[in-house]
């Protein structure tokens, strides 16, 4: 049963439901996503809070993508090193009278 949680950002309250196990990860959610949007307007302090907010999520997306990328190729990685360790236990098996 979703639960309202209260979060800040940039000095904003936000009123969020979720899933009681998904709280902590909500709010450390937030918490990046606060820092992220602070960073932003320590660099550009002319800048209003709908571009801070676009350019926070361009740069999260884009983290998120970059790490999906490392993910994909460690577990090809992982695939192919498993495929030549069962050939190589093939061989070794056929090799055994």
């Known amino acids: ?19 009681p196990h998904e709280r902590e990860g909500l709010l450390r959610a937030a918490a990046m996503l606060d820092g992220q949007m602070r960073d932003i307007r320590r660099g550009n302090k002319m800048a209003g809070i709908d571009r801070i907010a676009v350019l926070a999520a361009l740069t999260l997306a884009h983290e998120l993508t970059q790490l999906r990328e490392q993910k994909d190729d460690r577990q090809q990685d992982l695939s192919r090193s498993v495929a030549d360790m069962n050939r190589k236990l093939d061989r070794l098996l056929e090799m055994k009278p």
């Open 1 to 19: 049963m979703s639960e309202p949680v209260n979060v800040r950002i940039l000095d904003r309250d936000y009123l969020v439901a979720c899933e």
